[in-house]
């Protein structure tokens, strides 16, 4: 279970916020293979002087357009994370009209008795799923 934390500029429709959320999902079914209701997305929405994204030295323009997505997830391989990064940033250009510039991306992973879906209980431990 992936989730994922989307850090956006304020200002966006709901009908976009939607496509940004569906387009990264539908990357991560493709590319991490996790289950179709496996689905964990949380928007927040800054103001523009909230947000300082530079471009580390690489020579990135960034606009109001950017995606800053953090995903916490169990350990995933290194291929499959690339695939991810490559995959999304293609789909989010077409379908968002968002540049592979403005897209960062981090993964944070942990074990699975770090995950608790509710009822107090370790679901990955107990067998549950």
């Known amino acids: 279970m992936p989730l994922l934390r989307f850090d956006l500029i304020e200002g966006r429709s709901e009908p976009e916020l939607k496509k940004i959320l569906d387009v990264t999902h539908e990357v991560l079914l493709e590319t991490l293979h996790v289950p179709r209701n496996d689905r964990y997305q949380v928007v927040h929405e800054h103001k523009r002087s909230r947000m300082v994204i530079e471009d580390t030295g690489l020579g990135f323009a960034r606009s109001d357009k950017i995606v ?10 290194r291929e499959m994370k690339q695939g991810f990064y490559r995959l999304l940033v293609e789909r989010l250009s077409a379908s ?12 944070v992973t942990n074990a699975d008795e770090d995950w608790s879906f509710g009822a107090g209980r370790a679901q990955f431990l107990t067998g549950d799923l």
Do not use: A, H, K, W
């Not at 997505?69 to 391989?77: H, K």
């Not at 968002?98 to 993964?107: A, E, K, R």
């Open 96 to 107: 968002c009209g968002i540049s592979p510039s403005d897209v960062v991306v981090t993964f």
């Open 68 to 77: 800053v997505l953090q995903i916490t997830s169990r350990p995933r391989e």
